[in-house]
C-alpha cells in the first residue's frame, strides 16, 4: 500500500536546526510528504533520535519545501487534478497560517510568514508559482481559487524586499529570491487570469529588480559577491527561475554578460568528473543540493550553454540515485527563444581576481588556490589553501559546511584549523584577504599579509610536465611556528623518508602521489593524526598532516601527481636559494622558484 501522503498543518521553522546535536550531521529525512514528523524522533546515522521544537521546524521546512517542489513535477506530468487540490489546500492554509510575519523567528532574521526567514518563504512561493504557471499554460479551469495565495505571495515578497532594500541590502542572495518569488507568484496570478504579465518593470528592471541586484551583487569576474560555491549557484537560479518566459536575445547586454559570467564560474571550478568545490559556507554533499544542480544546469543550458555542465549534472543524478524526481527533465522551452552562443571552455589557468580563486587544470590535476577577500558572514579563515581534485576524486576538497544551528561544528569548518592553509604560532588566521601577486599560461602567485600579525606568506601554483608544483614560503620575521597544512577528504598515507622528506600517497577513484621537502637546515616535523573530515560527516575520520617547524622563514615545497601521468616523479629537491629542482624518471629535470 503505498504511503499517505498529506501537507503538514503547522508553519515551519529554520532548516538548518536538522542536524544532531551530537554528531554535527543533517537528520534523516524520513517521509517529507508524509506531513508527519518522524515516530519516535528524527532519525541520526549514528543511531541518535532527536526531537524537540527546533528540529520539528526545521522538518517542517524541508516537509514543506519537498511538496512545494512535488506539486511543480505533478504539473509538469498531467496530474492536474492532485496538483490543483493540494494547491488549493495551500491557499487555505496560507490564508489561516501566514497572516504575520511569524513571531519565533531569531533576531537576526528577516522574518517570514509561513517560515521563520523570508528568504525561506520566497523559495517555498517559487516552487508554488511555478506550478501554476505550467498548469496555467494548459488551461485556467479551478485556478481562480488560487489568486488569493498568489497575491499574497506576491506582496509578502515585496514587503520583504521593499524592508532588505531600505536597510541597503540590495546585494543580498534573500533579494535575487525575493525577485524571483514575486516574478513567479505575479507572472501566476496573471496566468491564472488569463492576461498577459506586467510584472517585469517591479520584479526584473525596476530599481530594486533583478537586474539591478545582480548589477552590485556579482563581481566583474563573474563571482557572486560572497565567493562561496553554494550561494553563487543559489543567486544564479533564482534569476533563472525569474526569467521564466523571456526572450534570451532581448535581455539586457549587460545582465547577459553577468549570468553568462556565472556560468564561466561554476565552468571553471567543476572537475571534468562535475566536481564542485564546496568553497565556503554551503553543503559537502546533499541530496536537495543535487536537486538544485541539475534544476540549474537545466535551465542555464538553454540561455547560456555549455558542454562541461552535462558532467555536473551527471555527477547530481549519480548523487542522488533513486531520489531524483525528475524535475530536471521537465523543464524544457523555459525561454522564449533559443539560447545564447555556447560559452567557451576554459583555459589550464583561470584567475578570478576579484573572488580571489584560482585554478589550475594538468595531467589529471584540478587544483584551486584562495587567495581571496573573507566572504561575508559566509567566509572562513582559509587564505592560501589548494585544495586538490582529480576528476572525480576530492583528495584535498574545501571541506563544506556543516547545518548552521551546530553552533561548534560550524565553527570548525570556518576555521584555519580546518583547511589545507598555513599557521603562524598555532593559532587561526585573522579574517582577511589576500592578493595576486602574478599569474600566467601556467603558473599563479598570491600572497597575504594581515593573516597574523608581522606575518607574510606567498604561495606559488606551478603546472610542470606531467605534474603540480606548490612551493609555499612563510616569512614571519621572528622565530615562531608555522605550519603547512594537509587535510585529505580521502584515505592518505604517510612515508617519512631518511632524507627527511616525506611521500604522500592519496587514493579514491584516482591515485595522487605526493613530495613535500623544505627548505634546507630548517627541521620540519609532519605531524601525523586523526582529525574530521569534509562536513557532511564531521564524525568521519581523516587523516592529517601538518608540516611544522620553528624558524623566522621556511619553504615548504610540494610536488603532486596523478598516477596515470607520466614519465613519473623520481626526485625533488629544494636548494638554499628557493629553487626547487623535479627530475623525472625519463631522464628530464625542471627548475622552480619560489617567487617570480
Known amino acids: 500500500m503505498a504511503a499517505l501522503r498529506r501537507i503538514a498543518r503547522e508553519r515551519g521553522g529554520w532548516w538548518h536546526a536538522y542536524v544532531c546535536p551530537a554528531h554535527g550531521v543533517e537528520?534523516?529525512?524520513?517521509?517529507?510528504?508524509?506531513?508527519?514528523?518522524?515516530?519516535g524522533g528524527a532519525r541520526c546515522a549514528y543511531g541518535c533520535r532527536v526531537d524537540d521544537e527546533a528540529v520539528r521546524g526545521a522538518w517542517l521546512v524541508l516537509s514543506h519545501q519537498a511538496w512545494a517542489r512535488h506539486l511543480r513535477v505533478l504539473a509538469h506530468r498531467g496530474e492536474r487534478a492532485e496538483s490543483v487540490a493540494r494547491l488549493v489546500e495551500y491557499a487555505g492554509l496560507y490564508a489561516e497560517l501566514a497572516t504575520e510575519r511569524h513571531g519565533e523567528a531569531q533576531s537576526w532574521m528577516l522574518r517570514g510568514r509561513l517560515f521563520h526567514q523570508a528568504l525561506t518563504d520566497a523559495i517555498w512561493a517559487v516552487n508554488i508559482g511555478h506550478a501554476v504557471i505550467t498548469l496555467a499554460e494548459e488551461s485556467t479551469e479551478h485556478l481562480a481559487a488560487l489568486l488569493p495565495l498568489l497575491d499574497d505571495l506576491e506582496q509578502?515578497?515585496?514587503?520583504?524586499?521593499?524592508?532588505?532594500?531600505?536597510?541597503?541590502?540590495?546585494?543580498?542572495?534573500?533579494?535575487?529570491w525575493l525577485n524571483a518569488a514575486g516574478a513567479a507568484a505575479s507572472r501566476a496570478a496573471a496566468a491564472a487570469r488569463g492576461r498577459e504579465w506586467d510584472g517585469g518593470k517591479r520584479w526584473l528592471e525596476g530599481e530594486h529588480g533583478l537586474y539591478a541586484h545582480l548589477r552590485v551583487a556579482v563581481a566583474d569576474d563573474g563571482w557572486e559577491w560572497e565567493g562561496s560555491t553554494y550561494y553563487h549557484g543559489f543567486v544564479l537560479r533564482a534569476a533563472l527561475l525569474a526569467l521564466r518566459g523571456t526572450d534570451p536575445a532581448a535581455l539586457p547586454s549587460d545582465v547577459v554578460d553577468v549570468l553568462a559570467g556565472m556560468t564561466d564560474v561554476l565552468v571553471a571550478i567543476a572537475t571534468p568528473g562535475g566536481i564542485l568545490p564546496a568553497l565556503h559556507d554551503g553543503p559537502y554533499l546533499r541530496g536537495p543540493l543535487a536537486l538544485e544542480w541539475l534544476e540549474l544546469v537545466a535551465l542555464t543550458q538553454q540561455l547560456v550553454p555549455s558542454p562541461a555542465l552535462d558532467a555536473v549534472a551527471g555527477r547530481a543524478r549519480a548523487e542522488l540515485g533513486g531520489s531524483d524526481d525528475g524535475l530536471d527533465?521537465?523543464?524544457?522551452?523555459?525561454?522564449?527563444?533559443?539560447?545564447?552562443?555556447?560559452?567557451?571552455?576554459?583555459?589550464?589557468?583561470?584567475?578570478?581576481?576579484?573572488?580571489?580563486?584560482?585554478?589550475?587544470?594538468?595531467?589529471?590535476?584540478?587544483?584551486?588556490?584562495?587567495?581571496?577577500?573573507?566572504?561575508?558572514?559566509h567566509g572562513h579563515r582559509d587564505k592560501l589553501s589548494l585544495y586538490l581534485y582529480g576528476d572525480t576524486t576530492p583528495w584535498q576538497p574545501d571541506p563544506g559546511q556543516v547545518p548552521y544551528a551546530h553552533m561548534e561544528f560550524r565553527e570548525l569548518y570556518a576555521s584555519t584549523e580546518a583547511h589545507p592553509a598555513f599557521r603562524a604560532g598555532g593559532s587561526e588566521q585573522a579574517e582577511c584577504a589576500g592578493r595576486l601577486l602574478g599569474s600566467d599560461g601556467s603558473s599563479v602567485t598570491a600572497e597575504v599579509t594581515t593573516a597574523y600579525e608581522g606575518v607574510r606568506a606567498v604561495r606559488r601554483v606551478v603546472l610542470g610536465d606531467g605534474y603540480l608544483v606548490d612551493l609555499l614560503t612563510v616569512d614571519a620575521g621572528t622565530e615562531?611556528?608555522?605550519?603547512?597544512?594537509?587535510?585529505?577528504?580521502?584515505?592518505?598515507?604517510?612515508?617519512?623518508?631518511?632524507?627527511?622528506?616525506?611521500?604522500?600517497?592519496?587514493?579514491?577513484?584516482?591515485?595522487?602521489?605526493?613530495?613535500?621537502?623544505?627548505?634546507?637546515?630548517?627541521?620540519?616535523?609532519?605531524?601525523?593524526?586523526?582529525?574530521?573530515?569534509?562536513?557532511?560527516?564531521?564524525?568521519?575520520?581523516?587523516?592529517?598532516?601538518d608540516f611544522t617547524t620553528r624558524s623566522d622563514r621556511v619553504t615548504f615545497a610540494s610536488v603532486y601527481q596523478a598516477a596515470s601521468a607520466g614519465p613519473a616523479v623520481s626526485e625533488v629537491r629544494l636548494d638554499g636559494d628557493g629553487v626547487l629542482t623535479v627530475a623525472l624518471t625519463d631522464g628530464s629535470s625542471a627548475r622552480f622558484r619560489t617567487e617570480d
Open 329 to 377: 527533465g521537465e523543464l524544457g522551452g523555459w525561454f522564449a527563444g533559443p539560447p545564447l552562443p555556447e560559452r567557451p571552455a576554459p583555459g589550464p589557468v583561470t584567475v578570478f581576481p576579484t573572488a580571489g580563486y584560482a585554478v589550475l587544470r594538468h595531467a589529471g590535476v584540478h587544483a584551486l588556490l584562495d587567495f581571496g577577500p573573507h566572504g561575508g558572514s
Open 480 to 545: 615562531r611556528s608555522l605550519a603547512a597544512q594537509l587535510r585529505p577528504g580521502v584515505a592518505l598515507d604517510v612515508q617519512l623518508q631518511p632524507s627527511g622528506e616525506v611521500r604522500t600517497t592519496w587514493y579514491g577513484d584516482e591515485i595522487l602521489h605526493g613530495w613535500h621537502t623544505h627548505t634546507p637546515g630548517r627541521t620540519v616535523r609532519p605531524v601525523t593524526r586523526p582529525g574530521p573530515g569534509p562536513a557532511d560527516d564531521p564524525q568521519r575520520v581523516r587523516t592529517r598532516v
Open 27 to 39: 537528520l534523516d529525512h524520513g517521509d517529507l510528504l508524509a506531513g508527519v514528523f518522524p515516530e
Open 156 to 176: 509578502a515578497a515585496l514587503g520583504a524586499r521593499d524592508l532588505l532594500t531600505g536597510q541597503g541590502h540590495l546585494a543580498s542572495n534573500y533579494t535575487a
